[in-house]
């Protein structure tokens, strides 16, 4: 039975995730269509996910820089399959200052174009390479349906832009950034496990000569792309005219890359952990870990169980991210609750009782009720705390490991691949073309999220075509 307020995940999953946002108190709909007011509690996640992209992205030998908002909408004519692939979602300011502009602007919806031009600028010898530089920005998408966090027309997220002296620099740059950073935070952080691989011709990002993702199986099996890294070759190079001069007086094109993830991650979590009660978090993307309730009646209660509880938490600060909760015009339930909702991992409880017997009670958050409660020791409280959130870490990872095995399916033909790919995530041979993903993705709405990086050693027969391939895909219905 769910918490009042949140539907459940079997009667309707959509409406589900948006009680979910709601009654965690993550983000709200703001005056502007597709636009949200990402709250306090919503933005605090963003904070540690945003954080450990970052640490990473750093460890990797890149800067953070920051590039306009505004672009000239010339420099997204200048690589032509890019400006296709965006045109429907480019949203342009033709008017400021009381005037019509001579140029429109468009609202960045990705900035390829602008840095671009600009390291065109910065790059003149092969000494200046290569050129490793992040921004953390926010961008805009004229998206015609969305929903908080997962597709809104202006969203947060990092956007990574590198120029290298050769191709093999390029490539090695975009597979790091995708098994280095994202899939390792994905995974190890926010506890999500992940196929990676490249995307086909038709779902590569436009203007890149390869994609490569991380993709995320949510509790419904449909797929939730999590990340993506672009070898973007020599195209826009040579659009905005990226040149340096060799160690040997030639005059050569750079070769470039872009990636990045957003706060559409913060979707990912909801979908991949939560349940009927509320948010689940993982410890280490969780605001608050700790939540200690004190529990008491009368002013002497109050005093005796404060004082207890100043004495447990005395050596929490930069241990654990813990608040305590002495809010006295609320009652226990009415406290519990709002934690569980909010996806707090771990809730210490202490009362006179427990004063008596030297104990509190430690609740765990992916396991509601009596089942993820239990009594200890006081004096080990610290110590236990500890190793429950590195329990609950594993756990999260393990439940949703077990879960995208479970969901992950193999077909030997279109009909059986029809019935598979309702329930997950569907692995099948696959030499079909791009017509081929069409046809399959009118039909049943699926398409190729990855050819993975374990590609068979042996042929068989595709799915769709019948025809002998060595070539693995993996399909699935996607956010």
């Not at 045109?87 to 468009?106: D, I, S």
């Not at 993903?437 to 068979?456: G, M, N, S, Y």
Request: aromatic content about 10%.
């Amino acid at each position: 039975m769910a918490k009042a307020g949140i539907t459940t995940r079997d009667k309707d999953y959509s409406q589900w995730y948006l009680d979910i946002v709601d009654q965690a108190d993550l983000a709200e709909n703001s005056g502007v269509r597709g636009c949200m007011v990402i709250k306090p509690h919503g933005y605090a996640i963003w904070e540690l996910i945003r954080d450990a992209l970052d640490q990473r992205i750093k460890e990797t030998g890149h800067v953070n820089a920051y590039f306009p908002l505004l672009i000239p909408k010339s420099y997204l004519m200048k690589e032509a399959e890019h400006i296709e692939g965006f045109a429907p979602e480019v949203a342009e300011v033709t008017r400021a200052g009381g005037e019509e502009l001579a140029e429109p602007l468009v609202i960045r919806p990705t900035s390829e174009t602008i840095i671009g031009a600009t390291y065109a600028k910065w790059i003149r010898s092969w000494r200046d390479l290569p050129v490793l530089i992040n921004q953390w920005a926010n961008v805009m998408r004229w998206e015609m349906r969305t929903r908080p966090f997962l597709r809104t027309a202006e969203f947060l997220w990092q956007e990574g832009h590198t120029a290298h002296a050769t191709e093999e620099e390029a490539e090695q740059e975009t597979l790091k950034i995708l098994h280095d950073v994202y899939a390792d935070v994905v995974e190890n952080v926010m506890a999500i496990p992940v196929y990676r691989g490249l995307k086909t011709e038709r779902e590569r990002f436009a203007g890149a000569v390869r994609t490569y993702s991380i993709e995320a199986m949510m509790q419904d099996g449909k797929a939730l792309q999590a990340g993506t890294s672009h070898n973007l070759g020599q195209n826009f190079a040579h659009s905005f005219e990226i040149k340096y001069q060799t160690s040997d007086n030639r005059e050569e094109y750079c070769w470039t890359t872009s990636w990045g993830a957003s706060t559409r991650l913060i979707g990912a979590l909801i979908m991949a952990h939560s349940d009927d009660d509320g948010l689940v978090l993982p410890p280490k993307v969780a605001p608050l870990q700790v939540v200690l309730v004190p529990i008491f009646k009368t002013d002497e209660e109050r005093s005796m169980v404060l004082e207890a509880v100043a004495r447990l938490t005395a050596g929490w600060k930069g241990r654990f991210r813990f608040k305590i909760d002495d809010r006295d015009n609320l009652s226990m339930g009415f406290k519990a609750n709002e934690w569980e909702v909010k996806g707090v991992p771990v809730r210490v409880e202490i009362g006179p009782k427990d004063l008596q017997k030297g104990t509190v009670a430690v609740s765990r958050r992916d396991r509601p009720g009596r089942e993820g409660k239990t009594f200890i020791e006081q004096a080990g409280l610290d110590e236990h705390i500890e190793g429950l959130l590195d329990e609950m870490q594993q756990a999260l990872y393990d439940r949703a490991l077990a879960f995208q095995r479970v969901h992950t399916f193999e077909a030997a033909d279109y009909d059986e691949f029809k019935q598979k790919v309702e329930q997950g995530f569907v692995r099948v041979y696959f030499d079909g073309n791009g017509d081929d993903e069409d046809r399959i993705k009118a039909e049943t709405k699926a398409t190729v999220r990855v050819l993975p990086f374990d590609q068979a050693e042996e042929a068989g027969r595709c799915f769709f075509t019948g025809r002998q391939t060595q070539r693995i895909a993996i399909f699935a219905r996607s956010y």
